[in-house]
Protein backbone atom coordinates (compact mmCIF):
# COMPACT_ATOMS: atom_id res chain seq x y z
CA UNK A 1 0.00 0.00 0.00
CA UNK A 2 1.02 3.31 -0.94
CA UNK A 3 2.52 5.76 2.07
CA UNK A 4 -0.70 7.93 3.01
CA UNK A 5 0.17 11.86 2.77
CA UNK A 6 0.14 13.59 5.84
CA UNK A 7 -1.95 16.74 5.37
CA UNK A 8 -0.50 18.61 8.25
CA UNK A 9 2.80 18.90 6.23
CA UNK A 10 1.00 20.97 3.04
CA UNK A 11 1.05 24.33 3.68
CA UNK A 12 -1.55 26.20 1.53
CA UNK A 13 0.06 26.33 -1.59
CA UNK A 14 0.95 22.98 -1.34
CA UNK A 15 -2.53 22.27 -0.75
CA UNK A 16 -3.46 23.89 -3.57
CA UNK A 17 -1.74 21.87 -6.08
CA UNK A 18 -2.60 18.62 -4.01
CA UNK A 19 -6.57 19.50 -4.33
CA UNK A 20 -5.35 20.78 -7.75
CA UNK A 21 -4.11 16.78 -9.21
CA UNK A 22 -7.23 15.45 -7.75
CA UNK A 23 -9.31 17.59 -10.10
CA UNK A 24 -10.87 19.98 -7.29
CA UNK A 25 -11.47 23.59 -7.29
CA UNK A 26 -8.93 25.30 -4.42
CA UNK A 27 -11.38 26.24 -2.26
CA UNK A 28 -11.07 23.01 -0.81
CA UNK A 29 -8.24 24.20 0.54
CA UNK A 30 -9.93 26.34 2.48
CA UNK A 31 -12.15 24.48 3.73
CA UNK A 32 -9.88 21.71 4.51
CA UNK A 33 -7.93 24.68 6.38
CA UNK A 34 -10.95 25.79 7.97
CA UNK A 35 -11.58 22.07 9.56
CA UNK A 36 -8.10 21.38 11.18
CA UNK A 37 -6.94 24.74 12.19
CA UNK A 38 -10.12 26.57 13.29
CA UNK A 39 -12.59 23.60 14.33
CA UNK A 40 -10.16 21.23 15.38
CA UNK A 41 -12.12 18.34 13.36
CA UNK A 42 -9.28 15.83 11.79
CA UNK A 43 -11.27 13.47 11.21
CA UNK A 44 -12.25 13.58 7.24
CA UNK A 45 -15.82 11.91 7.58
CA UNK A 46 -16.95 14.46 9.76
CA UNK A 47 -16.01 17.14 7.39
CA UNK A 48 -19.50 17.96 5.53
CA UNK A 49 -18.65 20.91 3.42
CA UNK A 50 -16.69 18.25 1.11
CA UNK A 51 -18.22 15.76 -1.23
CA UNK A 52 -18.76 12.18 -0.28
CA UNK A 53 -16.65 11.65 -3.56
CA UNK A 54 -13.69 13.99 -1.51
CA UNK A 55 -13.75 12.67 1.42
CA UNK A 56 -13.43 8.52 0.16
CA UNK A 57 -10.39 9.65 -1.83
CA UNK A 58 -8.90 11.68 1.29
CA UNK A 59 -9.74 8.85 3.84
CA UNK A 60 -7.75 6.13 0.57
CA UNK A 61 -4.13 8.19 -0.09
CA UNK A 62 -4.44 11.05 2.94
CA UNK A 63 -4.18 11.50 6.98
CA UNK A 64 -4.14 13.75 9.43
CA UNK A 65 -1.20 12.63 12.00
CA UNK A 66 -0.14 13.37 15.49
CA UNK A 67 2.52 12.21 16.85
CA UNK A 68 1.83 10.79 20.33
CA UNK A 69 2.27 12.71 23.57
CA UNK A 70 3.94 11.06 26.12
CA UNK A 71 3.67 13.14 29.13
CA UNK A 72 2.70 16.75 30.02
CA UNK A 73 4.19 18.57 33.01
CA UNK A 74 3.19 21.49 35.05
CA UNK A 75 5.40 23.91 36.52
CA UNK A 76 5.04 25.68 39.37
CA UNK A 77 5.37 29.21 37.52
CA UNK A 78 1.94 28.17 35.01
CA UNK A 79 4.89 26.92 32.45
CA UNK A 80 3.83 23.88 30.80
CA UNK A 81 6.14 21.09 29.07
CA UNK A 82 4.96 18.50 26.70
CA UNK A 83 7.28 15.45 25.64
CA UNK A 84 6.51 13.81 22.27
CA UNK A 85 7.33 10.46 20.92
CA UNK A 86 8.68 10.95 17.35
CA UNK A 87 9.14 7.50 16.47
CA UNK A 88 11.71 4.73 18.08
CA UNK A 89 12.87 5.66 21.06
CA UNK A 90 13.19 9.50 20.34
CA UNK A 91 11.05 11.89 22.17
CA UNK A 92 10.99 16.00 21.68
CA UNK A 93 10.15 18.29 23.87
CA UNK A 94 8.01 21.51 23.79
CA UNK A 95 7.33 24.48 26.28
CA UNK A 96 4.15 26.58 26.69
CA UNK A 97 5.59 29.59 29.02
CA UNK A 98 2.38 31.97 29.85
CA UNK A 99 2.76 35.85 30.59
CA UNK A 100 0.45 38.14 31.72
CA UNK A 101 0.06 39.52 27.81
CA UNK A 102 0.84 36.76 26.35
CA UNK A 103 1.39 33.27 25.58
CA UNK A 104 4.87 31.97 24.11
CA UNK A 105 5.13 28.22 22.79
CA UNK A 106 8.68 27.13 22.53
CA UNK A 107 8.34 24.05 19.51
CA UNK A 108 11.26 22.10 18.45
CA UNK A 109 12.62 21.43 15.06
CA UNK A 110 14.56 18.73 15.49
CA UNK A 111 14.91 15.52 17.53
CA UNK A 112 18.50 16.34 18.98
CA UNK A 113 21.20 18.83 17.46
CA UNK A 114 24.24 18.44 15.34
CA UNK A 115 25.89 21.46 16.44
CA UNK A 116 27.18 20.83 19.94
CA UNK A 117 27.01 24.07 21.84
CA UNK A 118 29.15 23.14 24.61
CA UNK A 119 26.18 25.07 27.22
CA UNK A 120 23.90 23.20 25.71
CA UNK A 121 21.74 19.83 26.89
CA UNK A 122 20.33 19.63 23.35
CA UNK A 123 23.21 19.79 21.90
CA UNK A 124 25.01 17.06 24.66
CA UNK A 125 22.58 14.51 23.19
CA UNK A 126 23.43 14.56 19.44
CA UNK A 127 21.28 14.39 16.29
CA UNK A 128 19.25 11.90 14.83
CA UNK A 129 16.49 13.51 12.25
CA UNK A 130 14.57 16.51 11.01
CA UNK A 131 11.38 17.11 12.03
CA UNK A 132 8.54 17.70 9.29
CA UNK A 133 6.29 20.37 8.52
CA UNK A 134 3.49 18.15 10.14
CA UNK A 135 5.42 17.59 13.68
CA UNK A 136 6.14 21.08 13.97
CA UNK A 137 3.04 22.25 13.32
CA UNK A 138 1.23 19.37 15.13
CA UNK A 139 3.15 20.90 18.30
CA UNK A 140 0.75 23.88 18.06
CA UNK A 141 -1.95 22.02 17.38
CA UNK A 142 -1.61 19.57 20.08
CA UNK A 143 -0.46 22.62 22.68
CA UNK A 144 -4.10 24.44 21.27
CA UNK A 145 -6.33 21.52 21.87
CA UNK A 146 -4.71 21.53 25.76
CA UNK A 147 -4.72 25.13 26.01
CA UNK A 148 -7.80 26.42 24.50
CA UNK A 149 -10.58 24.61 26.66
CA UNK A 150 -9.07 25.96 29.58
CA UNK A 151 -9.47 29.79 28.22
CA UNK A 152 -5.72 30.10 27.42
CA UNK A 153 -4.03 30.78 23.77
CA UNK A 154 -0.79 30.48 21.95
CA UNK A 155 0.21 34.25 21.26
CA UNK A 156 3.61 34.00 19.77
CA UNK A 157 5.48 30.81 18.95
CA UNK A 158 9.58 30.78 19.09
CA UNK A 159 11.71 27.50 17.15
CA UNK A 160 13.80 27.91 20.51
CA UNK A 161 12.72 24.23 21.34
CA UNK A 162 15.51 21.63 20.06
CA UNK A 163 17.22 21.68 17.35
CA UNK A 164 18.96 24.13 14.70
CA UNK A 165 15.95 25.56 12.69
CA UNK A 166 18.36 27.22 9.74
CA UNK A 167 19.82 23.09 8.85
CA UNK A 168 15.97 22.12 8.46
CA UNK A 169 14.77 25.44 6.30
CA UNK A 170 12.35 23.84 3.99
CA UNK A 171 9.87 22.05 6.48
CA UNK A 172 10.34 24.91 8.93
CA UNK A 173 9.72 27.75 6.14
CA UNK A 174 6.38 25.49 5.25
CA UNK A 175 5.74 25.80 9.35
CA UNK A 176 6.09 29.36 9.23
CA UNK A 177 3.51 29.91 6.28
CA UNK A 178 0.82 28.16 8.14
CA UNK A 179 1.73 30.02 11.24
CA UNK A 180 1.20 33.52 9.55
CA UNK A 181 -1.58 32.47 7.08
CA UNK A 182 -5.25 33.72 8.28
CA UNK A 183 -6.22 30.67 6.95
CA UNK A 184 -4.99 28.49 10.19
CA UNK A 185 -2.93 30.12 12.97
CA UNK A 186 -3.26 34.04 11.13
CA UNK A 187 -0.30 34.77 13.51
CA UNK A 188 1.37 38.56 13.22
CA UNK A 189 5.18 37.95 11.81
CA UNK A 190 6.31 39.75 14.51
CA UNK A 191 5.12 37.02 17.05
CA UNK A 192 7.22 33.91 15.54
CA UNK A 193 10.80 34.20 15.91
CA UNK A 194 13.23 31.55 14.07
CA UNK A 195 16.26 31.58 16.64
CA UNK A 196 19.40 30.12 15.03
CA UNK A 197 23.22 29.96 15.99
CA UNK A 198 24.17 31.13 12.67
CA UNK A 199 24.37 29.00 9.84
CA UNK A 200 24.75 31.98 7.38
CA UNK A 201 23.84 30.94 3.76
CA UNK A 202 20.11 29.67 5.23
CA UNK A 203 20.01 33.02 7.00
CA UNK A 204 20.49 34.66 4.33
CA UNK A 205 17.83 32.39 2.33
CA UNK A 206 15.47 32.91 5.30
CA UNK A 207 15.56 36.54 5.01
CA UNK A 208 14.18 36.79 1.79
CA UNK A 209 11.64 33.50 2.00
CA UNK A 210 9.73 33.72 5.29
CA UNK A 211 9.22 37.47 7.20
CA UNK A 212 9.44 35.93 10.94
CA UNK A 213 11.63 37.20 13.31
CA UNK A 214 14.70 36.54 13.98
CA UNK A 215 17.10 35.63 17.07
CA UNK A 216 20.81 34.80 17.08
CA UNK A 217 22.42 32.86 19.33
CA UNK A 218 25.77 34.81 19.73
CA UNK A 219 27.09 34.47 23.33
CA UNK A 220 30.58 35.41 22.65
CA UNK A 221 31.80 38.97 21.29
CA UNK A 222 34.76 37.71 19.86
CA UNK A 223 35.57 34.67 17.39
CA UNK A 224 38.05 32.97 19.93
CA UNK A 225 35.89 32.74 22.41
CA UNK A 226 32.57 31.69 20.04
CA UNK A 227 35.28 29.36 18.32
CA UNK A 228 34.63 27.42 21.79
CA UNK A 229 30.81 27.83 22.92
CA UNK A 230 29.28 27.76 19.39
CA UNK A 231 31.57 25.68 17.11
CA UNK A 232 29.34 26.91 13.86
CA UNK A 233 31.69 29.73 14.52
CA UNK A 234 34.57 28.10 13.16
CA UNK A 235 32.80 27.78 10.23
CA UNK A 236 31.22 31.00 9.87
CA UNK A 237 32.69 33.32 12.00
CA UNK A 238 31.33 36.43 13.40
CA UNK A 239 32.26 38.86 10.92
CA UNK A 240 30.42 36.64 8.18
CA UNK A 241 27.11 36.36 10.72
CA UNK A 242 27.07 40.10 10.85
CA UNK A 243 27.13 40.31 7.09
CA UNK A 244 23.86 38.03 7.41
CA UNK A 245 22.17 39.96 9.70
CA UNK A 246 22.63 42.65 7.68
CA UNK A 247 21.24 40.88 4.83
CA UNK A 248 18.35 40.15 6.84
CA UNK A 249 17.97 43.78 8.51
CA UNK A 250 17.96 45.12 4.37
CA UNK A 251 15.34 42.81 2.98
CA UNK A 252 11.39 43.05 3.50
CA UNK A 253 9.83 46.73 3.13
CA UNK A 254 8.93 46.67 7.41
CA UNK A 255 11.14 47.65 9.79
CA UNK A 256 13.05 44.92 11.40
CA UNK A 257 15.56 44.66 14.38
CA UNK A 258 17.31 41.27 16.03
CA UNK A 259 17.20 39.79 19.00
CA UNK A 260 20.81 38.86 20.11
CA UNK A 261 21.13 35.49 22.72
CA UNK A 262 23.48 35.66 24.72
CA UNK A 263 24.11 33.22 27.76
CA UNK A 264 25.56 34.23 30.78
CA UNK A 265 28.60 31.76 31.84
CA UNK A 266 30.26 32.64 35.09
CA UNK A 267 33.65 33.62 34.49
CA UNK A 268 33.78 32.68 30.62
CA UNK A 269 31.90 34.75 28.84
CA UNK A 270 30.49 37.93 31.48
CA UNK A 271 33.53 39.99 32.53
CA UNK A 272 32.93 43.80 31.79
CA UNK A 273 35.52 43.35 28.82
CA UNK A 274 33.17 41.03 27.29
CA UNK A 275 30.22 43.49 27.87
CA UNK A 276 32.45 46.80 25.67
CA UNK A 277 33.12 44.07 22.89
CA UNK A 278 29.54 43.38 22.28
CA UNK A 279 28.57 46.68 22.51
CA UNK A 280 30.71 47.46 19.70
CA UNK A 281 29.96 44.74 17.60
CA UNK A 282 26.84 45.41 17.85
CA UNK A 283 26.96 49.46 17.59
CA UNK A 284 24.70 50.73 15.01
CA UNK A 285 22.62 47.12 13.97
CA UNK A 286 19.30 47.20 14.60
CA UNK A 287 19.36 45.05 17.76
CA UNK A 288 18.08 44.04 21.28
CA UNK A 289 19.86 42.10 23.47
CA UNK A 290 18.65 38.78 25.77
CA UNK A 291 21.22 37.80 28.35
CA UNK A 292 19.82 34.48 29.47
CA UNK A 293 21.05 32.99 32.74
CA UNK A 294 22.59 29.61 32.12
CA UNK A 295 20.28 27.19 33.35
CA UNK A 296 22.24 24.13 34.55
CA UNK A 297 21.78 20.36 33.60
CA UNK A 298 23.79 17.26 34.63
CA UNK A 299 26.83 16.85 32.23
CA UNK A 300 27.76 20.75 32.25
CA UNK A 301 30.62 21.80 34.42
CA UNK A 302 29.45 25.57 33.41
CA UNK A 303 27.53 27.98 36.43
CA UNK A 304 25.33 31.03 35.91
CA UNK A 305 26.87 34.28 36.26
CA UNK A 306 25.92 36.15 39.45
CA UNK A 307 23.19 38.61 39.61
CA UNK A 308 25.63 41.51 39.81
CA UNK A 309 27.56 40.48 37.11
CA UNK A 310 24.25 40.24 34.85
CA UNK A 311 23.42 43.24 36.01
CA UNK A 312 26.49 44.73 35.39
CA UNK A 313 26.71 43.51 32.02
CA UNK A 314 23.07 44.64 31.21
CA UNK A 315 24.04 48.07 32.61
CA UNK A 316 27.18 48.29 30.36
CA UNK A 317 25.35 47.51 27.18
CA UNK A 318 22.48 49.97 27.89
CA UNK A 319 24.88 52.89 28.68
CA UNK A 320 26.08 52.68 25.30
CA UNK A 321 22.62 52.58 23.95
CA UNK A 322 22.19 49.18 23.74
CA UNK A 323 18.59 47.21 24.47
CA UNK A 324 19.01 45.14 26.94
CA UNK A 325 17.07 42.41 29.09
CA UNK A 326 17.13 39.63 31.09
CA UNK A 327 15.63 36.61 30.42
CA UNK A 328 13.87 35.43 33.71
CA UNK A 329 14.10 31.80 33.84
CA UNK A 330 10.36 29.76 33.71
CA UNK A 331 9.61 26.50 34.16
CA UNK A 332 12.97 24.97 35.92
CA UNK A 333 11.31 22.63 38.25
CA UNK A 334 10.30 20.81 35.12
CA UNK A 335 13.68 21.30 33.15
CA UNK A 336 11.65 23.34 30.99
CA UNK A 337 13.87 26.40 30.63
CA UNK A 338 16.07 27.16 28.47
CA UNK A 339 18.48 24.94 27.55
CA UNK A 340 17.47 22.36 29.70
CA UNK A 341 15.61 20.42 26.64
CA UNK A 342 17.03 17.14 25.77
CA UNK A 343 13.83 14.37 24.79
CA UNK A 344 15.73 11.62 24.20
CA UNK A 345 17.91 11.30 21.38
CA UNK A 346 19.06 8.19 19.23
CA UNK A 347 22.24 9.97 18.46
CA UNK A 348 23.19 9.01 14.78
CA UNK A 349 26.42 11.74 15.26
CA UNK A 350 28.43 9.61 17.75
CA UNK A 351 28.38 12.99 19.55
CA UNK A 352 27.37 11.87 22.61
CA UNK A 353 30.17 8.88 22.51
CA UNK A 354 32.54 11.06 21.80
CA UNK A 355 32.01 13.37 24.68
CA UNK A 356 31.76 10.77 27.43
CA UNK A 357 34.60 9.68 26.28
N1 LIG B 1 19.43 26.09 17.90
C1 LIG B 1 18.82 27.34 18.08
C2 LIG B 1 17.51 27.31 18.81
C3 LIG B 1 17.41 26.45 20.05
S1 LIG B 1 18.29 26.95 21.49
C4 LIG B 1 19.77 28.32 18.72
O1 LIG B 1 20.81 27.90 19.20
O2 LIG B 1 19.48 29.51 18.67
C5 LIG B 1 17.36 28.30 22.17
C6 LIG B 1 18.21 29.23 23.02
O3 LIG B 1 18.56 28.64 24.30
C7 LIG B 1 19.53 29.61 22.35
O4 LIG B 1 19.80 30.96 22.47
C8 LIG B 1 20.49 28.79 23.15
O5 LIG B 1 21.78 29.28 23.03
C9 LIG B 1 19.92 28.89 24.55
N2 LIG B 1 20.50 27.91 25.47
C10 LIG B 1 21.01 26.70 25.16
N3 LIG B 1 21.46 26.07 26.27
C11 LIG B 1 21.23 26.90 27.31
C12 LIG B 1 21.41 26.79 28.73
N4 LIG B 1 21.95 25.70 29.28
N5 LIG B 1 21.03 27.83 29.50
C13 LIG B 1 20.46 28.91 28.94
N6 LIG B 1 20.23 29.06 27.61
C14 LIG B 1 20.61 28.07 26.80
FE1 LIG C 1 21.92 23.26 18.85
FE2 LIG C 1 20.98 25.65 19.58
FE3 LIG C 1 21.73 23.84 21.43
FE4 LIG C 1 23.58 25.04 19.91
S1 LIG C 1 22.22 26.03 21.41
S2 LIG C 1 23.48 22.86 20.37
S3 LIG C 1 22.51 25.23 17.97
S4 LIG C 1 20.03 23.64 20.00
New binding site residues.
Given amino acids: MQNKINLLNLNQKALDQFFNELGEKSFRTKQLMKWIYKDHVFDFDQMLNLSKKLREKLNEIACIEFPEVVSKNHALDGVIKWVIKTGGENHIEMVYIPEKERGTLCIS ?1 QVG ?1 A ?1 A ?1 T ?5 YQGFNRNLSTAEMIAQVLIANLHLNPVGKRISNVV ?7 MLNEEAVYSTCDLLLDDLSFGLSRRRVTI ?3 GVVPALERMSERVPVSL ?3 L ?1 APNDALRDELVPINKKYPIEALMKACDVYLNAGTQERHILF ?1 Y ?1 MLKGVNDSSEHAQQLAKLLKGVSAKVNL ?6 PQ ?1 D ?1 QTSSVRAIDNFQDILSSKGIRTMTRRTRGEDVDA ?4 LAGKVQDKTKRSDARRN
Fill in positions: SCLCFCSTGFMGMGEPSSSAISHEVIPFNPFSYACGQ
